[in-house]
């Protein structure tokens, strides 16, 4: 089946722009969960989103990211008036359910470059 | 608070050879632990997870992990190494018995060399 896709794969914009990076999960699952790995961070996790219960937010970094998930499926990272330190690769993942044990599925990602 | 070290972020052995990729983790609680790889320009695959059925946890592609609780440790293992086998490998752990959120490691690049 299907797995996690993310558009676009690729995204050079200019600092201060606003930038949406979209996320489709695997159809029925109900978690969904942004990371974002940079080569001075490494892998941190950003929000999720599950089911109908407000989102956990904790790890945006600021109030310039925001997310949201419509419709229980496909979700939408946005980033505000973007710096060269958001530079790169926006990871999506999903799960069929919510759960320390459950697997997460990844998305090739999103790379973004901020000029 | 949780956190996993991954000690070497450069590993290389043979092609044949032996491949361990070191993690440990420190929890409060019992944890819920990952190893996932990462091959170019792609994302993170599961290799395999422990959820506390079995401390021997056996992955796909030949890969498996013990966890040890008195080393706070979950080791990555595959006894003979394939060239298709280098990427990067991360190890994580879930955060807490809320959320599904993972807390990863910096991750250890595997070189195999022929």
């Known amino acids: 089946g299907a797995g996690v896709s993310q558009s676009p794969s690729n995204k050079v914009t200019e600092k201060g722009k606003d930038v949406e990076l979209r996320c489709d999960p695997i159809?029925?699952?109900?978690?969904l969960y942004w990371y974002r790995q940079s080569l001075g961070q490494g892998l941190e996790f950003l929000i999720y989103?599950?089911?109908?219960?407000?989102?956990?937010k904790s790890g945006l970094p600021s109030d310039r990211f925001s997310a949201e998930r419509t419709g229980g499926s496909v979700s939408t990272l946005t980033i505000q008036r973007t710096q060269q330190e958001d530079s790169a690769v926006y990871l999506c993942?999903?799960?069929?359910?919510?759960?320390?044990?459950?697997?997460?599925?990844f998305g090739p990602g999103t790379r973004l470059l901020v000029l | 608070a949780q956190s996993v070290t991954q000690l070497g972020s450069h590993v290389s052995v043979s092609e044949g050879a032996l491949v361990l990729l070191r993690c440990n983790y420190s929890?409060?609680?019992?944890?819920?632990l990952f190893w996932y790889v990462q091959y170019p320009n792609q994302g993170l695959q599961l290799l395999l997870k422990?959820?506390?059925?079995?401390?021997l946890v056996k992955g796909i592609n030949g890969f498996e992990a013990e966890f040890k609780k008195s080393e706070t440790s979950f080791h990555l293992t595959k006894p003979s190494a394939h060239m298709s086998d280098a990427a990067e490998y991360f190890c994580?752990?879930?955060?807490?018995?809320?959320?599904?959120?993972?807390?990863f490691g910096q991750g250890t690049t595997l070189q195999v060399k022929p």
């Open positions: 993942a999903s799960s069929w359910a919510f759960g320390q044990e459950e697997t997460q599925y």
């Open positions: 159809s029925g699952h109900t978690a």
């Open positions: 989103f599950q089911g109908n219960s407000a989102p956990d």
């Open positions: 929890s409060s609680v019992p944890p819920y």
């Open positions: 422990y959820t506390s059925a079995a401390t």
């Open positions: 994580a752990v879930n955060h807490s018995s809320n959320t599904g959120k993972l807390i």
